[in-house]
C-alpha cells in the first residue's frame, strides 16, 4: 500500500454535500483564514478508520500525502504520523518530529495542529529540556505554527507541567486572530483543571490585557461568580 491507496479510500467516502457544510464550517471561502482549501466531506471518524487500516508508510509517501489539496487527505497524513511516533523507537520518533515541524504549515487549519500536534511534538518533548522549538514557532509569521506552538504544550499539562503553556501564553496574548485567542484561553482553561491556583494567579496578573475570547475560555469552568468577578475586572 502507499499513498495512492489511502487517497483513493478517502475518495470513495467523499460527501459532496457534507463537504459544502465543512467549507462553511472551516472557513475556506475567500479572505478567510483557510482560503484554497478543498475539503471532500469525510468525518474524522471515517478518516481514522482509513490510517487504522493503512500500513506504515514510509515518509515519503506521507509526504504526498501531506501536498494533497484535500484536506482530509493531510489529515489522514498527519494521523499516520501519530500512529507511527506511538510505535516508534527513538530514532524514529526524532524523524517523525522533524519531519512533523517540516510540514508544519501543511497543518493549515485548526483541526490539522488540534488533533495531531500533542502526540507527535508534545509527546517528543514532553522529557526534553530544550523547548526552544515552541518559542521559535510562536515567533513564526504564519498563524498554524503559532497554534501548534501553544496546543503542543496539552501534553505538558498532561503531566503538570505548566511553566511552557504560561510563557506561551504570555508570547500570544497580544496575537490578533481569534483562533489563537481561543486556543491561548484553551490551554489556560486545561492548566486549570489541573491546578486552579495556578490558573488564578496568571489571570490575576493578566487578565487586564487578555482578549476576552481568551478569558471566556480559560474561565468557562469557573462557578458563575468567579466568572463575573474576572469579567467585570
Partial sequence: MNAE??????LSVANPEKAQFLSRF??????????????????????RDVVKKTPKLPLSEIQILLDS??????????????KQFKKANADEQKAIFDFYLQNAKRANNWDLVDVTCRDVIG??????TDRSVLYRLAESE???????????????????????TLLLSEKLLSHKHDLMHKAVGWM?????????????????????NMPRTALRYAIEHFSPEKRAYFMKK
Avoid at 491507496?5 to 478517502?10: A, D, G, S
Avoid at 496539552?154 to 505548566?162: L, T, V
Avoid at 482553561?189 to 487578565?207: C, P
Fill in 188 to 208: 489556560l482553561r486545561e492548566v486549570g483543571k489541573k491546578d486552579r491556583i495556578v490558573l488564578i494567579e496568571f489571570l490575576e496578573k493578566h487578565h487586564k
Fill in 123 to 128: 509527546l517528543y518533548l514532553l522529557d526534553k
Fill in 69 to 82: 489539496e484535500y484536506h482530509e487527505v493531510r489529515l489522514a497524513g498527519l494521523l499516520l504520523l501519530v
Fill in 26 to 47: 472551516f472557513k475556506i471561502g475567500k479572505g478567510q483564514y483557510a482560503e484554497g482549501d478543498v475539503m471532500l466531506g469525510i468525518v474524522v471518524p471515517l478518516i
Fill in 142 to 164: 504564519n498563524l498554524w505554527e503559532q497554534r501548534i506552538a501553544i496546543v503542543t504544550t496539552w501534553m505538558f499539562i498532561k503531566y503538570g507541567q505548566f511553566d511552557d
Fill in 5 to 10: 491507496f489511502v487517497i483513493q479510500e478517502l
